[in-house]
């Protein structure tokens, strides 16, 4: 029988709990279920910390947050940081050099703050309605300091074309991933949801008997590679889908909900986990 404790769920927020900055009343209701069952819960998101803080609390899930898609791992009540990872502006800087003229947009990740250009005004406009400080001070693609994470956004047919131009300049010097259909993300090398779920799991006295991962985009694929039991939903990339054991509907229908049906089932869970143990990691 696995203990209280021994249970660990670490899942994304958008598109995942999430639906349009929302998590229904009945994905919550799931989550204290879960929870009441033994289940403890930890999000692992692309948001800076006072982003992921409601969403986190709404859940009551656990310190600590992996948050910066990886690049941080923070305590949710105090926000201390447990673990973090930055890229260097001279990194930065050949990037944003290949996409400036692109009809895109840049947010540069900081200490719990974002950067922007100034005509980047939706930006601007989004982060300051959630209270994140903003510094429209980007005015060139020659950036200067270490920075957690970039998100670059636009229309995907651009999203994808950014990607190809940054493949071979970055190659090495930083991890390029979609966060979402309109979102490309530069982090630091060999940063990922994944890698700080392993540094996490490294930090305890023992691994949990269970880690349950849950996602939606690409940029879960390390999380869900790193998981015992892996969960997306139907309407992720298929690339994510191929990972998953379990594949709920996507989060605008509430999808998480459905989560308990298949964890508080103790011989479903033991018979993943059999297969998992008696199989290389990767076959399903």
């Not at 310190?63 to 673990?83: C, H, K, L, Q, T």
């Not at 005015?139 to 074309?161: A, D, N, Q």
């Not at 930083?174 to 779920?197: C, H, N, R, W, Y």
């Amino acid at each position: 029988m696995i203990g209280l404790k021994e249970k660990i769920i670490v899942t994304d927020i958008d598109g995942t709990l999430a639906h349009r900055d929302r998590i229904p009343e009945e994905v919550v209701k799931s989550c204290e279920l879960l929870r009441a069952k033994g289940w403890t819960m930890h999000v692992a998101t692309g948001r800076i910390l006072a982003a992921a803080v409601p969403h986190a609390l709404t859940i009551k899930a656990l310190s600590p947050a992996i948050v910066y898609d990886g690049a941080r791992v923070m305590g949710i009540e105090n926000g201390v940081v447990f673990n973090e990872t930055k890229l260097s502006g001279d990194v930065l800087s050949l990037a944003l050099d290949r996409l400036w003229d692109m009809p895109l947009m840049f947010q540069l990740f900081g200490d719990e703050l974002v950067y922007c250009r100034p005509r980047d005004v939706k930006v601007a406009e989004y982060f300051r309605s959630i209270g994140i400080p903003v510094k429209e001070e980007l005015l060139s693609p020659r950036v200067e300091g270490e920075y957690f994470r970039t998100i670059v956004y636009g229309p995907p047919p651009e999203i994808e074309k950014a990607g190809r131009a940054l493949e071979k300049v970055l190659e090495g010097l930083a991890t390029i991933t979609m966060a979402g259909e309109s979102f490309l993300d530069i982090l630091p090398p060999g940063v990922s949801k994944g890698s700080a779920l392993d540094w996490y799991l490294g930090s305890l006295n023992h691994r949990p008997q269970v880690v349950v991962a849950v996602g939606d985009h690409l940029n879960d694929c390390d999380l869900l590679d790193r998981a015992d039991i892996a969960v997306s939903m139907e309407d992720a990339p298929p690339m994510l889908q191929q990972k998953a054991d379990i594949i709920l509907p996507p989060a605008s229908e509430g999808g998480f909900r459905k989560l308990p049906e298949y964890l508080l089932d103790q011989g479903f869970v033991r018979d993943l986990m059999f297969l998992r143990t008696s199989s290389q990691k990767g076959t399903r």
